[in-house]
T-cell receptor, first 111, second 113 residues
Framework: DAKTTQPTSMDCAEGRAANLPCNHS???????VYWYRQIHSQGPQYIIH???NNETNEMASLIITEDRKSSTLILPHATLRDTAVYYC????????????FGPGTRLSVLP | DTAVSQTPKYLVTQMGNDKSIKCEQN?????MYWYKQDSKKFLKIMFS???????INETVPNRFSPKSPDKAHLNLHINSLELGDSAVYFC????????????FGSGTQLSVL
């Protein structure tokens, strides 16, 4: 699986959009980009995933660059409850492949 | 209904003891996992099970053994507990179709004294 790099931490004002970047320059053609988050003391929570096209669901939007070497997770209107560690993972679609969690980005949403 | 539930939430025990953590999922998923999150907060996979077959074992000491009585359960048994086993252990499940979404339990905080 391709390695991903994310900033260690970010701040965002409540009500504003939170844009969390992720670099995955060695991603291969069959690897999807997944985002999970972990709110303090809870298990990680799936947010969104995508291959090439931008994706949107009720939680967030995922923007993947055309060359697929980087992506951005967008929380359109961050709330205090979005304060968490956000993990970007590149994983192939073959059955049995691992999800490798890195250190992630610690997002603090400030009032 | 909680999708992935694990018990107990907290487990405090002495070195050398044997303990188990239970996990159940009601999502009808085919694959279940155990992850360990250490004090530095890194999440590392320990095991995954699909249809009662171990498909991943990431250099975990053989003191740790997963037991799956059926598709909905994957319990973690730990023998001869050591101080370094103190961590938060998360159970997870996924459909097992290739393009996966992991669903995690709320974790078991294990403290070995």
């Amino acid at each position: 699986d391709a390695k991903t790099t994310q900033p260690t931490s970010m701040d965002c004002a409540e009500g504003r959009a939170a844009n969390l970047p992720c670099n995955h320059s060695t991603i291969s053609g069959n690897e999807y980009v997944y985002w999970y988050r972990q709110i303090h003391s809870q298990g990680p929570q799936y947010i969104i995933h995508g291959l090439k096209n931008n994706e949107t669901n009720e939680m967030a939007s995922l923007i993947i660059t055309e060359d697929r070497k980087s992506s951005t997770l967008i929380l359109p209107h961050a709330t205090l409850r979005d304060t968490a560690v956000y993990y970007c993972i590149a994983r192939g679609d073959n059955y049995g492949q691992n999800f490798v969690f890195g250190p992630g980005t610690r997002l603090s949403v400030l009032p | 209904d909680t999708a992935v539930s694990q018990t107990p939430k907290y487990l405090v025990t002495q070195m050398g003891n044997d303990k188990s953590i239970k996990c159940e999922q009601n999502l009808g998923h085919d694959t279940m996992y155990w992850y360990k999150q250490d004090s530095k907060k890194f999440l590392k996979i320990m095991f995954s099970y699909n249809n009662k077959e171990l498909i991943i074992n990431e250099t975990v000491p053989n003191r740790f053994s997963p037991k799956s009585p059926d598709k909905a359960h994957l319990n973690l048994h730990i023998n001869s507990l050591e101080l370094g086993d103190s961590a938060v252990y998360f159970c997870a499940s996924s459909p097992g179709t290739g393009i996966e979404k992991l669903f995690f339990g709320s974790g078991t905080q294990l403290s070995v004294l």
